[in-house]
């Protein structure tokens, strides 16, 4: 009998874990230098979110953060008589990995030019089903008060059930949308605040199977951290 609850216990708290985890970004980039040249074993310092992430690049300059709680990030690099002289910032989405294609580096010296990050958005978006509402778009949406009416402002294909105020996408039945809030399941967006949210991403279609087996639509939000709040206020000194 003791070794059935231990074991119980045991599903009970992976399951939790692998539903904390499924949230989680990576961050990719590579480093060169002024001539676009690779620059190889770069030091990388990521930092953000409580915590700094050191990583070393391959003989290629490129490297990968991976396991990463959304929101803002600094990343800075540095290599033999170079760095990147200035602190840049990166902001990591949930379930998404974010590109930053190449981080120029200089040599150590005062006079030289500012760092700048390149980034080059895809012209065409591969997977249409999923819905992706940065910070900008939550602070300036009419429906900031209520999640679920945000979210579905965001695509024709989401209706919200006046009876029920259950969200239906592509004309699932009520209910069969599934909800998680900082990487937990939960039953409902109800109560989180429209100023405390971070970021919202979903899919309409196309559903990874690490959500679970549904035929209605993923509903992923996170909420915003105090690391978050104190890098929009830095940024504004």
């Known amino acids: 009998m003791k070794t059935k609850i231990t074991l119980i216990l045991a599903a009970v708290l992976s399951a939790g874990f692998l539903s904390a985890q499924v949230t989680l970004g990576t961050l990719k980039g590579q480093i060169v230098d002024a001539d676009k040249v690779s620059i190889p ?3 990388v310092f990521l930092e953000g979110q409580g915590v700094v992430n050191r990583q070393k690049a391959d003989l290629e300059g490129k490297f990968t953060f991976e396991a990463l709680k959304p929101g803002v990030y600094n990343v800075k690099a540095v290599s033999m008589g170079k760095d990147t002289t200035t602190i840049n910032t990166v902001e990591i989405k949930p379930d998404a990995i974010t590109n930053l294609e190449m981080i120029t580096l200089q040599d150590n010296s005062i006079m030289k030019d500012p760092i700048v990050i390149e980034y080059h958005a895809p012209l065409i978006k591969k997977d249409i089903s999923k819905i992706e509402i940065s910070a900008a778009d ?3 949406s ?3 008060r209520n999640p679920k009416e945000l979210f579905a402002s965001m695509n024709s294909d989401i209706i919200i059930n006046e009876g029920s105020d ?9 209910g069969d949308v599934i909800y998680y809030v900082d990487g937990v399941k939960s039953n409902n967006l109800n109560g989180v605040p429209g100023v405390g949210i971070g970021s919202m991403m979903g899919y309409t279609g196309g559903i990874p199977a690490k959500y679970g087996d549904t035929t209605g639509g993923v509903v992923v939000l996170e909420t915003k951290s105090y690391f978050d709040l104190y ?4 940024a504004r000194q």
């Open 41 to 43: 074993s770069a030091k």
């Open 138 to 140: 939550i602070a300036n």
């Open 142 to 144: 009419p429906n900031i």
């Open 166 to 174: 259950e969200m239906i996408i592509r004309g699932s039945r009520p």
């Open 231 to 234: 890098y929009a206020w830095k």
